[in-house]
């Protein structure tokens, strides 16, 4: 861990962009809340295919204008060059300077001819470069579990150095609940030469049915143990958010103590729990809240 222990720490939080006006005033009032703690940026999500485009431009747009540093996500699944070098050229003429780039899910029933020009993250990444040159800082992804449709465990770090060599400038991970999964993706990129950020990407439990649904997509493993004891509290959504706070902020002391370079909190366009784990860290009190 050493290697990450010389990045200044950064904080952030992540959301997904409304498809209603209620939704879209709820996400003004969890921005607002989360403001208020001056974290590094936001970033918002992009959705299957490009479906969202629209959604996340205008979102990221706005949001980026109220005075924290907002960035997109982007994928190159269903996007041609055009349409990205578009998206590109709108958010450097709207002040935004961090992308987070992305291969994409491909929207169900496509197949694969859901991909566009450019099947892989590594090449949105070359395009961004070649395209916008350093402009934009560039967050790319990782998977300390390893991505669900890497054919082995090598080659989905093999794949990830390829990112990070095309021209990423930091990493964002998925979440996970089993911190040594992560030291151990740490360890092993480092010893392949990669010498950049990884933070991990931090999942607050609020609902224990949409997180088993959400991990099983996604691939992230819930621990046995955590898995029973919220199947124990059943319906007491209350003893589920209590105990997911607990294990949630333990995990995240565990990582900054050894050296993580800060925390992205996928926070489903809520602000409480993510809230209630920031204020638990004591991050109001840490210099450390910086931006690389």
């Known amino acids: 861990m050493k290697s990450q222990k010389q990045f200044k720490r950064r904080f952030s939080f992540e959301f997904f962009p409304p498809k ?14 989360l403001a208020e703690v001056n974290p590094d940026f936001f970033s918002v999500t992009f959705g299957a295919g490009g479906s969202t485009r629209e959604g996340t431009k205008n979102t990221v747009i706005d949001l980026n204008s109220q005075g924290i540093s907002t960035a997109p ?16 050229d709108t958010y450097k003429a709207n002040g935004v300077d961090r992308i987070v780039a992305l291969r994409g899910d491909i929207p169900s029933g ?25 402009h ?10 390893f991505h669900p449709q890497a054919p082995s465990a090598e080659a989905d770090l093999v794949n990830f150095k390829r990112k990070v060599d095309a021209g990423a400038n930091s990493a964002i991970t998925q979440y996970f609940f089993n911190v040594e999964s992560y030291f151990y993706f740490v360890d092993r990129i480092e010893k392949m030469g990669v010498d950049i950020p990884v933070v991990p990407g931090i999942m607050p439990i609020v609902n224990f049915q949409k997180l088993m649904q959400f991990s099983e997509m996604c691939g992230a493993d819930v621990p046995r143990w955590i898995r029973k004891q919220m199947e124990a509290y059943g319906d007491d959504t209350e003893s589920v958010k209590k105990f997911g ?17 800060g925390l992205h909190f996928y926070t489903l366009n809520q602000a409480q729990t993510s809230l209630n784990i920031w204020h638990n860290l004591g991050l109001d009190q840490q210099p450390e809240k910086i931006a690389f």
């Open 73 to 88: 996500h982007l994928s190159c699944v269903g996007s041609d060059k055009e349409i990205i070098s578009e998206l590109l």
């Open 20 to 33: 209603t006006e209620k939704g879209a005033a709820t996400l003004q009032k969890t921005r607002d809340r």
């Open 136 to 145: 934009f800082s560039l967050e790319v992804a990782a998977y300390p579990e």
């Open 245 to 261: 706070e607990e294990v949630v902020t333990r995990m995240c002391d565990q990582l900054l103590q050894a050296g993580a370079p």
């Open 110 to 134: 496509m197949g694969n001819t859901g991909y566009g020009e450019m099947r892989y993250a590594n090449e949105l990444v070359e395009f961004i470069r070649e395209h916008s040159g350093d």
